[in-house]
């Protein structure tokens, strides 16, 4: 496993084995890595020949700089984890190699960067589109892997992909969890004990909702999950959307779409989850 800093590497590395025909795979990360990451990395190396994962903190998608300032980095071990994955290259840039000046483009996906997180992180998705736009061009991977943890996300870099007619397969790979439900993340290690304990209700309270559901309104699952998550102190929900898998737009009735996605944020205590529950498909 070779672990590249420079933009010019990892062409030249790549360049290379593209010319034994060997088909690329790739896998954005900003690092501290875990299982879900893995599981991303372990569909990578089956599909393709070559898997190449990057790991960068990519402060243009950070609307919070308290956010930005504390996200863990924990390089060795990230390195550590990828080597006996199969990972080929890692690609580690700093962040002068990414933006040797301001990245200044605005990116329109219209409504499904305007719903939930890109309501409430302004920014964020352009600069999510900003830094996997520039990776995709330096990579030129023919099969990226993106976790549906971030389910907007993925609907965002898909619609870049299309912008921008870049010839890159994106595969949507399922939530890894903890055994007690918790949707794996990064930002869960800052966690306190307490919050780490309660934190699984978010999960548990979705699966509820999924036996909530027959009879019900969508707006009286919608209540049914915020309220038992508001019940609990240390948590707020930011929001809980039931929306139109494909176009993001919230439903009113489960019979307005074939694949219907409830999507969370919920604060526990200053830490930030997001998680999602599949209601149909
Ligand atoms: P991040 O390092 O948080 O930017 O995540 C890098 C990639 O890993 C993204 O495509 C995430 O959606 C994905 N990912 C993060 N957590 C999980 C998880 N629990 N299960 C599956 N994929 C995940």
New binding site residues.
């Given amino acids: 496993m070779k672990v590249i800093h420079t933009i010019a590497d990892l062409k030249n590395y790549l360049l290379k084995e593209r010319q034994n025909k060997k088909s690329v795979g790739f896998?954005?990360?900003?690092?501290?890595l875990?299982a879900?990451?893995l599981?991303?990395v372990h569909a990578c190396t089956k599909e393709n020949d070559i898997c190449v994962v990057s790991i960068f903190v990519n402060p243009t998608q950070f609307n919070d700089p308290r956010d930005l300032e504390t996200y863990p980095r924990t390089l060795n071990k990230d390195l550590a984890l990828l080597e006996p994955a199969g990972c080929d290259y890692v690609f580690v840039p700093r962040v002068e190699e990414m933006y040797p000046e301001p990245d200044t483009r605005v990116f329109d996906f219209g409504t499904i960067a305007e719903v939930m997180e890109g309501a409430h992180r302004p920014g964020h998705f352009n600069g999510v589109a900003q830094i996997v736009s520039k990776l995709f061009t330096f990579v030129e991977p023919d099969d990226a892997y993106?976790?549906?943890?971030?389910f907007q996300?993925i609907a965002i870099i898909r619609a870049m992909v299309r912008q921008l007619q870049m010839n890159v397969r994106i595969h949507a790979?399922?939530?890894?969890?903890e055994p007690d439900g918790l949707?794996?993340?990064?930002r869960n290690v800052r966690l306190s004990d307490e919050q780490r304990q309660k934190a699984p209700l978010i999960a548990r309270t979705l699966k509820e909702s999924i036996n909530f559901v027959p009879g019900k309104k969508v707006q009286e699952v919608i209540d049914f999950v915020v309220t038992t998550l508001n019940e609990e102190p240390v948590m707020r929900v930011e929001y809980f959307e039931i929306v139109d898998g494909y176009s993001l737009e919230s439903v009113r009735d489960w019979s307005e779409s074939d694949y219907i996605v409830g999507c969370i944020t919920v604060y526990c205590g200053e830490v930030r989850l997001i998680d999602n529950m599949t209601y149909k498909r």
Avoid: N, W, Y
Avoid at 27 to 32: F, L, N
Avoid at 146 to 150: N, R, Y
Avoid at 173 to 177: S, V
């Fill in positions: 896998v954005p990360t900003m690092g501290a875990h879900g990451h599981s991303l993106f976790g549906e943890k971030d996300q790979c399922p939530i890894l969890r949707a794996m993340s990064s």
